[in-house]
Each structure stands twice: as C-alpha cells, then as structure tokens.
C-alpha cells in the first residue's frame, strides 16, 4: 500500500511552531517514501472550535511552506476532511463497537470516578484516572441499536493486558490497561465521538499507513491499537515527534497563549529563518 500520512490540526486557536514543526516532519516522511499527505481538520469540540483558527491554520501552515495532497482545501477521495462533517463515519464505528460488545453505557461523571477510587493511578495530576472496574455496565455481544442515544460510552479494556509498540522515534512502547489506563470514553453524550474513537474511524477510512504526531500522544496510541484490534482493522504505524519546548523547559501549547506562527510572520520573521532557528 502506498505511504498515506496525515497532519490533523484542532482549530481551538492559532497554531504554534511546536505545531509547524511536527507537521513539517509528517510532510517530510511522506515525501521520503513517495506517499501522499492528508490534512485533516479535527474540529469536532464546538464550544472551542472557530472558524477563523481553520482558516488561520491552512493559511500559516502554507506560508511556512507547507502542502499537502488531500484536504479541506483542496478536495479528494476521502472527503469530507472536516471532523465536524463525518459524523457517519464515527456512528458506524459506534456500532460496529456495540454489536462486539466492546463498549457499554455509562453515565458516572469525572466525580463518580475519583470518589470510587483511594487516589488516581496517574502520575500526571491532569490526567483522568484509571476507571475502576466495579463501575462497569454489561452489554451482550451481539446486541443492537440504532444510536449512542444521549448517555456515554466507555471502551471495556482488557485488564491486566500489556500494549506494546514500536514508536518510530521512541521506539519500544509498553502501557498495561487497568495500570496506566482504564476504560476510556468513546463517545459523549452530548453526540459526539471522542478524540480516540475519531482519529482511529478517520485513519480508518483514510487509509493512513503512518501517524507521525507530539510524543504527548504515546500512551492515548496504546488505547487506540485496542480500538483497531476490537473494529479488526490494521493498525498504521506510528511515530511520535519530540515536544518543543520553550527556554525555561515547558512544551509550547495553544492553552498557555504561546507565540504564534502567524505572529512570528506578521513581525517580519521568513519561513526559512523560522524553521532554520526551530529546527527543521
């Protein structure tokens, strides 16, 4: 199969050049191995996506230089490219879910979950802690429905089972579910699929060979090799790039209002000398 990969931006603000450097390496693989680049916009949270980052993101992206093959902008066998528009996609991998029985109703909050716990399995205090199996709903395999309906949906993840990996660049990868993650949400029930469930119908239907993304994403790629295994498809390959960080050591974000791409170039800085000076 011919090398796809893919760069999928969140228009929840304007891009940084932690961004525009991993990006920069998704275009350099696929144009190493003779493949094609996908530009996915991942607009699916509607409180915090605008249209004007959207726009904002093609638009610095191509002024550093950027192309792609397939995109929103650009069209191509695999559209639409928005998130917002593939709700189809996501509701189909919904229920090839459900009918395996690899998923089940849940309505306990973020609350319900740190309550039924003694303290969060976690060594990030930002991350969400590993759901406890007593709280668990049973789904038979094989049933049917016809929608998520207005509830969520937890992944039933097979305790005790290791997940390991080849990372391009990190190389080998371990995470064990019940240790470093439990059951995870799929989809919300305010209607839409989460991140995990998305990003893997989309590679899916997309037909990405490799997602090259920020190492922050290493452990959310164990959880979706799992996806893939339980919708039987082959998993992409997966290289995770090293975060950028800033001089005092923290990883640029959009949250923190990092220096943006597009201010870097309205305040007279060239996309060669941008990326000469942030390494790529």
Known sequence: MQYRGRIAPSPTGFLHMGHARTFWIAAERARAAGGRLIYRNEDLDQARCKPEFARAALDDLHALGLRWDEGPDVGGPHAPYNQSERGDFYRSAWAELHARGCIYPCNKSRKDVERAL?????????????????????????????????????????????????????????????????????????????????????????QITEVVRGADLLLSTARQLLLYRALGVAPPTFYHCELLCDASGRRLAKRSDDVSIRSLLAGGFGAAQLRAQYGF
């Open 118 to 206: 003694a303290a969060p399995h976690a060594d990030d205090a930002e991350a969400e802690p590993v759901f406890p199996t007593e709280l668990r709903t049973s789904v038979a395999a094989g049933a049917t429905a016809r929608s998520p309906g207005a509830t969520n949906w937890r992944f039933r993840t097979p305790d005790g089972e290791t997940v390991e990996f080849n990372d391009g660049r990190a190389g080998p990868q371990r995470f064990t579910a019940g240790v470093h993650f439990g059951d995870f949400l799929v989809w919300r029930k305010d209607g839409f699929p989460s991140y995990e469930l998305a990003v893997v119908a989309d590679d899916c239907a997309m």
